[in-house]
């Protein structure tokens, strides 16, 4: 068998996978821990150790991927992302370079490439991308012309949240979000008591009806997304059944057409007696 064959089917190999996806989850704990000074104190050493054995291991990896599928690697979007998440982390963090540290947590995000279901979850995403880029355009429009309403009408009221359109549009943000709407639309009512109808409108439109159609859509691409391998065994073995319910049903109409030819001899041969 090649050497590359033999590798390729050791990084397969369902104990290598999860190997793999359980030192991504202990690294990702430990970079969590390194934000603790107690637990630097302590242990400081050891989580760097940790830390540095887990890049080698994923720089590994990626190294006999890369050498495993040679030119394949490159088809596959999942490898280029685990090559540059892995590729940051071997940048020196010193210098102009020493915010890369706080990104070596990004480690963790491999889990998406590393988890089938996962992966799924993105690629549903992806593919409600453009419906989901109709329905924010729809949402920011609403904010908009609210905000410009809202700034004409209470502005002089309550100039702390409505004195501006920027200052109205990210106070309206805040109350689709249903943080502290009650005591905005309280204060602005003090002074003009039918703004309820405004708040009420502006609530149900923008967050019971846009974000549930922002919902749907990825709902609906979750639905259409590639199906999990149980379910790619079970449509396999429908199909195989299907397969041999149709060989069965050739076998039964060729004895019944032989039937009554053997009918029609059976009965040439008794006059013939």
């Known amino acids: 068998m090649p050497t590359r064959q033999r590798v390729r089917q050791f990084l397969e190999h369902r104990f290598v996978q999860r190997a793999v996806i359980a030192l991504i989850v202990v690294n990702a704990v430990t970079i969590g821990c390194e934000t603790s000074a107690y637990l630097m104190e302590r242990a400081g050493g050891l989580l760097h150790v940790i830390?540095?054995?887990?890049?080698?291991?994923?720089?590994?990896?990626?190294?006999?991927?890369?050498?495993?599928?040679?030119?394949?690697?490159?088809t596959d979007p999942w490898n280029w992302f685990d090559t540059v998440i892995v590729g940051l982390a071997l940048i020196p963090a010193s210098g102009p370079t020493?915010?890369?540290?706080?990104?070596?947590?990004?480690?963790?995000?491999?889990?998406?490439?590393?988890?089938?279901?996962?992966?799924?979850?993105?690629?549903?995403?992806?593919?409600?991308?453009?419906?989901?880029?109709?329905?924010?355009?729809?949402?920011?429009?609403?904010i908009y012309i609210a905000a410009v309403i809202a700034t004409k009408l209470f502005g002089e009221i309550v100039p702390e949240?409505?004195?501006?359109?920027?200052?109205?549009?990210?106070?309206?943000?805040?109350?689709?979000?249903?943080d502290d709407?009650?005591?905005?639309?309280?204060?602005?009512?003090?002074?003009?008591?039918?703004?309820?109808?405004?708040?009420?409108?502006?609530?149900?439109i923008s967050t019971f009806v846009a974000l549930n159609l922002f919902i749907a859509v990825v709902v609906n691409a979750m639905n259409d997304a590639e199906p999990s391998p149980a379910e790619v065994r079970?449509?396999?073995?429908?199909?195989?059944?299907?397969?041999?319910?149709?060989?069965?049903?050739?076998?039964?109409?060729?004895l019944l057409a032989r039937?009554?030819?053997?009918?029609?001899?059976?009965?040439?041969?008794?006059?013939?007696?």
Not at 109 to 135: E, K
Not at 235 to 244: R, T, Y
Not at 259 to 273: E, F, I, S, V
């Open 98 to 142: 020493s915010v890369l540290r706080a990104l070596r947590i990004l480690r963790a995000l491999r889990l998406v490439s590393a988890v089938p279901s996962m992966r799924r979850v993105v690629g549903a995403l992806l593919t409600a991308v453009p419906g989901m880029a109709s329905i924010i355009g729809l949402l920011l429009l609403m």
């Open 161 to 178: 949240r409505f004195d501006a359109l920027p200052t109205s549009l990210f106070t309206l943000f805040q109350i689709m979000t249903g």
């Open 51 to 74: 830390d540095r054995v887990a890049l080698a291991v994923f720089t590994v990896e990626i190294a006999a991927r890369l050498y495993a599928y040679g030119r394949e690697f490159w």
């Open 259 to 273: 039937a009554p030819q053997a009918q029609l001899t059976a009965n040439g041969r008794t006059h013939a007696d």
């Open 234 to 254: 079970a449509q396999a073995d429908i199909e195989a059944l299907k397969q041999d319910l149709a060989a069965m049903n050739a076998k039964l109409d060729q």
């Open 181 to 204: 709407w009650g005591n905005v639309a309280q204060e602005v009512m003090e002074q003009k008591p039918w703004a309820w109808v405004f708040f009420i409108a502006y609530i149900l």
